[in-house]
């Protein structure tokens, strides 16, 4: 389980939460512990999944 026990900073919320350079869809919280969601996967969900079939 990952945690972080930085105080949060916006820059660093905003690249956890709104990140398409991030490959994960559930990428580390940024502050305490377990994992957030990255909504832009949620946003783009067709580019999400392209992604992951041209990975492989």
């Known amino acids: 389980m990952p ?3 930085r105080k949060p900073t916006v ?3 905003r690249s956890r939460a709104w990140n398409p ?3 994960r869809l ?3 919280k ?3 512990w377990g994992y957030t969601i990255n909504f832009y ?3 783009h969900p ?3 999944v392209g992604g992951r ?3 492989s």
Request: net charge neutral; proline share 12%; no cysteine.
């Open 21 to 23: 350079d991030e490959p």
């Open 41 to 43: 996967w949620l946003a």
């Open 26 to 28: 559930f990428p580390p």
């Open 53 to 55: 079939r041209h990975s």
């Open 3 to 5: 945690y972080d026990w």
């Open 46 to 48: 067709a580019r999400y």
């Open 30 to 32: 940024s502050f305490g």
């Open 11 to 13: 820059g660093r919320v």
